[in-house]
């Protein structure tokens, strides 16, 4: 009987096994996961009220029920398991580890207490067990960097009343924790400007809703951008923001959202706390200047600090790895003969949930041609 072993039981992972196990009924599907329970971002990494999107772990649990799959936890690959033992055992291995470490900014002051990076923020108030214990500092004045749906659920999650958080999957410390903030201002930074922004209509939408939060955009930031060529998608997220620059403002609001663009961070400003941010206007970047340290610099008083700017998979002992891009090195998915990558850890920390879905029937194609031939290379 053939046997295939999948490291990591994320989405990613989890589609994999499901049409493996469908159309390879002789096939034995072993998937290894370090943490003590399955379903990798699809529990830690979605919005905590956004249960519905969570809802797919309904059918991974089929998935993992039935009788040609297994799943083994609390086991990591380079530790627990070495690499070679998985190559020598197996006839197939496939890497569905996902992206969980953050990526830097490479500023001076991020050392300093109040400033976090979005994965290990939003694993802790989605309760993950390497994460649960954070206790992050949430004052007044909450920033935010990056111009992601990840920046537009972590300003949502913060700037909800309790009442709103009661639709929700946040445990009760998490929901102790948020109550005791007393935010009254979220700042969200963007490198770049508003079309090349990657929110998703939905996501920028639902910030409109929230019960004491106003969501403010600069008009200027709108003015000259050439939307006729965006695609359709691009169009209505950037006519979301320009109703948000027409709104008038409610001085009655308690926190108030605002967008920043072309805001390219320099300096976390503070002797052990963070108390500002000092940005710089990306679009000076290009002009005439025998040297950036002489461009103007803006500074922006807080307290708290977030960056969403991407994350990278970890090395794993042996795996080839390229560390420019910071995932496995990988040719089409295909890592060494047998050996192959999915998901985050295969592309990098782009697309959503269906994304995975589609790339995981791509690569069981593949195998499946493989296995069906015994043609291992």
């Known amino acids: 009987m053939p046997n295939i072993a999948i490291i990591g039981s994320g989405p990613a992972g989890c589609f994999l096994a499901e049409i493996l196990a469908l159309k390879l009924s002789d096939v034995q599907i072993d998937i290894y996961e370090r943490l003590s329970h399955p379903f990798g971002l699809a529990v830690s990494g979605v919005a905590p009220d956004h249960l519905h999107t969570r809802k797919v772990t309904e059918q991974f649990e089929r998935t993992l029920a039935r009788d040609n799959v297994k799943l083994i936890v609390n086991t990591e690959v380079g530790s627990t398991i070495s690499y070679s033992e998985l190559k020598q055992h197996y006839d197939r291995v496939v ?179 963070l108390e500002a941010l000092e940005i710089r206007d990306s679009r000076l970047d290009n002009l005439d200047s025998s040297s950036l340290e002489s461009l103007p610099l803006d500074s922006l008083q807080l307290d708290t600090l977030i960056t969403a700017i991407g994350y990278y998979t970890p090395a794993i002992a042996g795996v080839p790895y390229d560390a420019e891009r910071g995932r496995f090195a990988h040719n089409q998915g295909k890592i060494e003969p047998g050996v192959y990558c999915l998901g985050w850890c295969q592309r990098g920390p782009q697309g959503v949930i269906p994304t995975n879905r589609s790339e995981a029937m791509n690569l069981a194609r593949q195998l499946i041609r493989e296995l069906e031939s015994q043609d291992v290379d």
């Open 95 to 273: 890497f569905a580890t996902g992206a969980s470490e953050d990526r830097r900014l490479g500023i001076p002051g991020e050392h300093l207490t109040g400033v976090y990076g979005s994965g290990c923020f939003t694993r802790w108030y989605n309760s993950h067990p390497e994460h649960k214990d954070v206790q992050p500092l949430i004052g007044q004045r909450v920033g935010i960097i990056g111009n992601g749906n990840v920046a537009l659920d972590i300003a949502r999650v913060l700037a909800k009343t309790a009442q709103e958080h009661q639709a929700s999957a946040l445990s009760e410390p998490v929901r102790t924790h948020l109550a005791k903030s007393n935010i009254s201002e979220i700042h969200i930074f963007g490198r770049r400007g508003p079309a090349d922004a990657s929110f998703s209509l939905p996501e920028l939408t639902e910030l409109g809703t929230l019960a004491q939060a106003e969501v403010q955009v600069s008009s200027d930031a709108l003015i000259g951008i050439e939307a006729q060529n965006l695609p359709p998608s691009q169009k209505k997220m950037l006519q979301q923001l320009q109703q948000y620059a027409e709104t008038p403002a409610d001085a009655s609001a308690a926190i108030q959202i605002q967008f920043h663009f072309y805001a390219t961070p320099v300096a976390a400003i503070g002797t052990t706390q």
